[in-house]
């Protein structure tokens, strides 16, 4: 698993950054926002360093679509579904990237209002 000294979630994987972890597995880590935007904020990553989606792959299929289905397991987890929740992945700085690891926001405990942003 191929890791980014230099970047920030890479370092909450290895361990070297604690996180409020909400989930953990062989493929993706998941944990609470330092500044949560909705009363349930947590960010789902992928283990292995992908800067950005423009990075992604086919061979990187397997990884995006376990974060989306980590994330839906996850929001069940944390009793969202009933509710509803938001599922976002910002990409680059225009569209709020601050992290440059790929992740994906669930924010949930409160109605959202659209259009976003």
């Not at 998941?30 to 950005?52: C, K, M, T, W, Y």
Request: hydrophobic residues 45%; contains cysteine; aromatic residues 6%.
């Amino acid at each position: 698993m191929a890791l980014n000294d230099k970047c920030l979630f890479c370092r909450i994987v290895s361990g070297d950054i604690p996180a409020k972890k909400a989930y953990e597995d062989d493929d993706v880590v998941a944990f609470h926002d330092i500044n949560p935007q909705a009363p349930v904020h947590v960010l789902v990553i992928p283990r292995r360093h992908i800067a950005s989606l423009d990075e992604l792959t086919d061979g990187d299929a397997m990884t995006a679509g376990m974060m989306v289905v980590r994330a839906a397991k996850i929001a069940r987890g944390l009793h969202l579904e009933s509710d509803g929740y938001r599922f976002i992945i910002n990409m680059g700085e225009a569209a709020g990237q601050t992290v440059f690891h790929i992740h994906a926001h669930i924010l949930g405990g409160r109605a959202f209002g659209w259009p976003p942003g």
